[in-house]
């Protein structure tokens, strides 16, 4: 879809003006410029600039088809289907061949569910854009066979008479062809994950000029590579092929996935089901075809389709096929075909190896094969793996068995994790033919706090790159090194700028708990510790956070899990990765936690004091209000003054049915009017935190008797129902990141844990994680605190934690909404202002509107700048010694 280029005409006349119809044709150049921009804006998903920049035209020229197509998408984008509909029938009453209103108001009815005119208006424009991916793909799912992609025939394939290779592997690196023959090529990229915020992973970016906008921002970056892990829509290759073309001396090389479920069955025959293997070979042969622009895919759920028209194949770096394998198949595959040990390709070799090492070369020799025989081209090729299954042995990560005879305790609850050093895949073993002018290369996914023998291997403690202590640095060295003249890429790598964290890592790099400075400072780092140990490149993890995306510390306690996608939570360190971050909400009504009340002009005031007070004193509270985004609850409270010697603050809250959980506030301990699940205990800039009515903690740490030294597990706190009691049983919040081990040598490793619920006071300006500040100069708290921190399971639904499910995993109920009780305390436990407790009446209530379309802007993160310089520093070796043969 190329979005903006229909437009009205006028003469020039001053803002705010109606103009007649006559003088809007030709649109004059100040209100085409106008129109350019808010376009601009659009693709940039500044919504409410776009807006703006519409409607300045609109206003000057209402009947403008391109104005109205412009405010009907910015409406689509936000939901508000009535109104899209309206502005792009508004624009094709002017224009009726107007393609972005005909496909808009197509879309904007199929969300609606008007099916009917959803298929009348695909086919009108079927019938106008017969060759149109996205006219295609909605008609096709619409009941029209007539404009499915494989209608139409796609021309013969010419076959090159000459082999032709457009990457090849050398020692340690790859190289291409350049005007000397073959150059070095040290691949800087970035994962490209498609979901925006509200969409399954299966939900592409429309044609809206949004992959434009991302390989652009690599390229600005400085990567020469981008990486995708399955099939795009056309559009995408159509953006890559005309950025190239435009931009030779900045091109952008491809590394293409052939993405795969796990496979269905008994693990006696799960690699080798017939119908399973037969699909991922068709879906490798669908990439090859595609990326040489002879492709026609039909819809299938879950997939893109289209017509593949545009040829990328000169630009396609590589092949990693598969996912991240789960060990325990790989043992078990293998332990049941233990003749499997070698295979003999036309373009792979596999001299002794196991069976899932000789089952992946067989596919990868597959799709080499029909590449040849059907292009005559070949390029190199891998398969995904992960350090779980890397082909080095770690003594500090012994397995589940060997764990359970080394311990002479018993545990409460098996750890919930993969065994990550029972067996390897070696892609060292599967070498290429005489025949095989490209090679192949070893790929990983390898990130620096997980697995636990990146964190515990008293070598890899030892290790130090060029820029100092970097256990990291140290296992990629072994790793590069087992591979020998290998290239080896690190395919994904990178930590979150997420609240939350799931996992410690001795440099600090751990999997998340990061500000976005810090996620910037530390991802350059790893890139140039990639860069030292010798890998033959490194793609950054990812281009965009993804909110659908899960991390095992909190996926329980996003449930549905369906609707994940709906909201952001900061809690999830999985979500927060991108170099570009998903906010949520609108930028220009964000709240900015900086203890400056002036963004709060339009929020709900709940409570503000009625009787005269003594308005200096700081146990004087004056008003309070809350608000709310896809992400965080806000609060803001306003004090008399603010004095942490005097005067510290609680705000009680009931998330669900008044008539459960703690009646009375911690420290002072005043009965409310409503049972509280959480107090937000504001008590100075280092001590503040979220506390917790212990029946409702998540977790529970217990003893394991006989261990030595003495040891805790942590583990769920069942039932996990809010329970009314008039006991002072306040908990902070624990997470246990890094469960205990036992080396292989008999070592034992304790936990790692963190306390969750403490609030850092900071200017959201100056730490992107901050919490809450208070600005003395004129007594306002501003606090924000995450969906997730207050049990809430889906806040889009407005569900919240109760109970347990039949499998004995959390379980959400529907609230009607939050309540609040307030209090001001001295250090002494004095109450000072009360509301909702004590006589001082009922507490104050609260709600938000349930939502099925996010709303949502993006932002550039200072990731950006910190890869743009690393990149900028980051070459192939000046010296390469020569290629083996």
Known sequence: MVLGLVTGAAPTRSWGQTARVADCVPLPRGLSAQLDRAWSFYRATQMDSAQAAFNRVADRCPDDPGAQAGLGYVAMRRGELPAARQHLARSLTVLPGNYDALTGIGMAAYRTGDLEAARG????????????????????????????????????????????????????????????????????????????????????????????????????????TVRVYTIHPPHFYRALADWNRRHPDRILRLIHGVWTELPPGTLEEQYDDPAWREEFRTEARRVVDLLHGHAAIDPRPGHASGRYLADVSRWVLAYIIGREWEPYSVVEYSRLHPDRTSFRGRFIQVGSGHATEVWLAEECDFLLSYEAERYNAIRPIAYTNWPTLDPLHHPTESTREEESRLRKWKLPEQPREFDNDAIGLDALLMRPSAANPAGTFASYHAYPYYPDFMVLDPGYARARSPEGPSAYYGYLHELVEHHGAMPVVISEYGVPSSRGNAHVQPQGWNHGGHSETEQAAIDARLTRDIHAAGAAGAVLFAIIDEWFKKNWVVIDFENPLERNRLWLNPLDAEQNYGILAMRPGRKDSSVVIDGDGRDWPDRTV???????????????????????????????????????????????????????????????????????????????????????????????????????????????????????????????????????????????YPAERYQRNRLLFARQRDNTLADWYADPATGVIEVRLPWGMLHVLDPSSRTVLHGMDAGGGPAGVATDGFRFVLQSYGPDGAPGTTVGCGESGDALSWTWAPWEEPTWHQERKPLFGAMQATFRTLGAPARLPARPR
């Open 121 to 224: 208006y695909f086919r009108d424009a079927a019938r106008r854009f017969p060759a149109d991916s996205l006219v295609r793909w909605y008609a096709a799912r619409l009941g029209d066979s007539s404009s499915r992609p494989t209608a139409t025939p796609l021309p013969p394939v010419l076959r090159p008479a000459a082999l032709r290779t457009d990457a090849r592997t050398g020692n340690r690196i790859f190289e291409i062809p350049s005007g000397r023959g073959w150059s070095p090529f040290w691949i800087k990229g970035v994962n490209i994950g498609a979901a925006l915020p509200g969409k399954h992973p299966s939900e592409f970016p429309p044609d809206d000029g949004t992959y434009d906008q991302w390989l652009e921002l690599a390229a600005d970056m400085g990567a020469n």
């Open 606 to 748: 709940l409570w503000r004091a009625q009787a005269a007070l003594d308005s200096r004193s700081p146990l004087t509270l004056r008003s309070f209000r809350v608000t709310s985004d896809e992400a965080y609850v806000y609060l803001r409270l306003d004090a008399g003054s603010l004095n942490w010697d005097k005067a510290r603050y609680l705000i009680g809250i009931d998330t669900y049915r008044r008539d459960l959980g703690a009646r009375r506030l911690p420290h002072t301990g005043a009965r409310c009017s409503v049972g509280l699940e959480f107090a937000v205990d504001l008590a100075g800039p280092a001590t503040s935190q979220v506390l917790i009515d212990q029946p409702y903690n998540l977790y529970k740490s217990v003893p394991l008797p006989g261990s030595e030294p003495p040891q805790s597990m942590q583990v769920y706190n069942r039932p996990w129902q809010s329970a009314a009691h008039d006991d002072l049983r306040w908990d902070s919040l624990t997470v246990e990141t890094n469960r205990s081990r036992i080396g292989r040598d008999g070592t034992v």
